[in-house]
């Protein structure tokens, strides 16, 4: 059966997770779904978020579900709470880190898709730190059209 213009119905802690430093991350929608059009991803985060840096091809958007979350979009610095929306084009320097104690919950939408694939390709078997996931990163960023620019931000 081909996916490509089928529905997609995700309950609540469903999708396929990928646990990385400080993130799980839960695939809702991928471009097989989507003819390549966007992917969303949920994001619990847990801490500081991804080093600095661009995406060459995808535009980014994140939605605020739960919690607080602060984005450095090129020079500015946002602080995202539950209802916000920051769209990040392609091309702008950007990260995110949590803010408070408690996780932060958001949804990042990728368009077009094919960044979420990143995700998948990064992981290892098994739990993660954050030195290997930086290193592997590194490593898939030009495959990915990604550079990275910077350290994250806390």
Do not use: W
């Not at 929608?29 to 949920?42: H, I, P, R």
């Not at 078997?125 to 030195?131: A, C, R, V, Y």
């Not at 592997?136 to 960023?141: F, T, Y």
């Amino acid at each position: 059966m081909n996916p490509i213009n089928q529905n997609v119905v995700l309950c609540k802690g469903e999708g396929k997770i990928i646990t990385l430093p400080g993130h799980k991350i839960t695939h809702k929608v991928s471009g097989l779904n989507t003819n390549s059009a966007y992917s969303m991803l949920e994001v619990e985060l847990y801490g500081e978020g991804p080093p600095l840096h661009i995406h060459k091809t995808e535009d980014e958007s994140f939605y605020v579900l739960e919690g607080e979350i602060k984005l450095l979009v090129g020079e500015r610095n946002i602080r995202a709470t539950a209802g916000s929306l920051v769209f990040v084009p392609k091309g702008t320097i950007h990260t995110f880190s949590q803010i408070g104690d408690q996780p932060a919950k958001f949804l990042v939408t990728y368009s077009p898709s094919g960044f979420e694939k990143f995700f998948d390709e990064v992981v290892d078997l098994g739990e993660m730190n954050t030195e290997g996931y930086i290193t592997k990163a590194n490593a898939l960023a030009e495959k990915y059209n990604m550079e990275v620019v910077g350290p994250p931000i806390g």
